[in-house]
């Protein structure tokens, strides 16, 4: 069976391995003349940093736990975020146990008390104000909100609030609550390395509608992970996303400058939305180390925009038909651009797994 896989970041990297290891003629194809997507690790003197973005692995899916820990060895870092509020570094998510502390606390209780049985699902902000008070979301939410996005947050649907926004009141203070969370020795490169190890990887060539038939001649089956309206030439519209843009700093000397991975800077004051230092999940113990400050507002397709009304979504599925319309039923779509969804790499390995099994079962009819 032949096999094209448009994409080389890692859900296509992941279907590309599963598919050369029951035995299909796989070639992949990758825009960039690199590979892994968003996935990047890059050095300054020996110490590591990711300049697409700070990425921890974290899931409750144990086969994609499996599927990565066969091939890279992870280490067992557990990731903690801070958050710079009102001349203070507190926990994020925000813990009503050190909220005590702040000048507004009377405000914040009263507002805490008086909360909603259920959180209004108008738009992000309702949602918040519901959850956590006025005040707390002012402190906390809305500034990096609307740098993050450049817009007002009643713009933004509330539905993917839920999974950015929470209040705790039990201490617990990692970040992420699943089983199985880490970060792979030397880099996510050696991921991608790993699952593209003897798969012909063809760089610098993208693959549009026009030239889809061409590149997809004599092939069984083909993974798409393309944003569809750059791959469709925009017939249907563009589908807007929000990027974010990475400024590393090499500090020679330092063992660590920040007191966690990251620390959020919610504030209008300054123009980035937070801070990473690489080296706290990379666990390197050389003298040196790399602070990237993240911009949001760049050029770049990471947050699909979902919009209060429904309409880039309403989008996103005019193209998904298209594909099925114009492409056929052997072509499978998987990975964040080609669904624009935000997925983390988990459910990135999810898409490419089961991309991959879809198409081992067509096989097998
Ligand atoms: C700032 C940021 C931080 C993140 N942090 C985390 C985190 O902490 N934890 C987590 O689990 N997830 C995180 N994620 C999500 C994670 O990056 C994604 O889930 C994952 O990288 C998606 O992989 P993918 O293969 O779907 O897409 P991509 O990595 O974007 O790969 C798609 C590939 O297809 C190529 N391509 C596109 N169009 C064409 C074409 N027409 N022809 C040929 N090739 C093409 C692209 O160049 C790219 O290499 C983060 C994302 C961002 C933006």
């Known amino acids: 069976m032949k ?3 448009i994409g080389s970041g890692l859900a296509g990297a992941t279907a590309a391995a599963v598919l050369k290891d029951a035995g299909a003629e796989v070639r992949v194809i990758e825009q960039r003349p690199v590979w892994g997507g968003q996935l990047r690790t890059e050095n300054a003197n020996g110490i590591l940093y990711e300049p697409h973005g700070a990425h921890i692995l974290h899931t409750a899916d144990q086969q994609v736990w499996k599927f990565v820990t066969d091939r890279v060895e992870m280490l067992p870092y557990r990731h903690q975020v801070m958050t710079e509020v009102c001349d203070r570094l507190l926990s994020w998510p925000p813990q009503v146990s050190e909220l005590e502390q702040l000048p507004q606390w ?4 009263r507002e805490l008390e008086q909360r909603p049985e259920r959180a209004r699902t108008t738009n992000f902000e309702t949602w918040c104000e519901d959850i956590m008070g006025v005040t707390l979301y002012s402190l906390f939410v809305r500034p990096y909100t609307v740098k993050q996005w450049g817009t007002d947050p009643k ?9 950015r926004i929470e209040l705790r009141h039990d201490g617990y203070r990692d970040l992420f609550r699943d089983p199985y969370q880490g970060w792979p020795r030397g880099g996510y490169l ?8 003897d798969v012909p990887v ?10 889809f038939a061409e590149y997809a001649r004599g092939t069984d089956a083909v993974v798409l992970t393309a944003p ?5 030439e925009h017939a249907l519209g563009e589908l807007p996303w929000r990027g974010v843009r990475l400024e590393n700093h090499f500090i020679p000397g330092a063992d660590h400058v920040l007191p966690c991975g990251v620390v959020n800077h919610p504030g209008l004051d300054q123009a980035y939305t937070r801070r990473i230092e690489t080296k706290w999940m990379s666990g390197q113990t050389l003298k040196g180390t790399v602070v990237s400050y993240e911009y949001p507002g760049a050029p770049a397709r990471h947050y699909p925009v979902e919009d209060v009304e429904g309409k ?13 319309e114009e492409l056929g039923p052997h072509v499978h779509l998987a990975g964040r651009l080609a669904t624009y969804t935000y997925i983390d790499m988990d459910q990135a390995v999810r898409q490419g797994l089961n ?7 067509q096989a097998d009819v």
């Open 202 to 211: 063809e760089l610098g060539a993208g693959v549009t509608v026009e030239s």
């Open 312 to 324: 880039n979504r309403g989008l996103a599925n005019d193209y998904r038909a298209l594909v099925t």
């Open 3 to 5: 096999v094209l896989i």
């Open 228 to 232: 569809l309206d750059v791959f469709f």
């Open 190 to 197: 050696k991921l991608i390395d790993a699952l593209l190890r």
């Open 106 to 109: 009377a405000d914040i209780r």
């Open 155 to 163: 713009n933004l649907a509330a539905q993917w609030a839920p999974k």
């Open 355 to 361: 991309a991959a099994a879809r198409i081992l079962k």
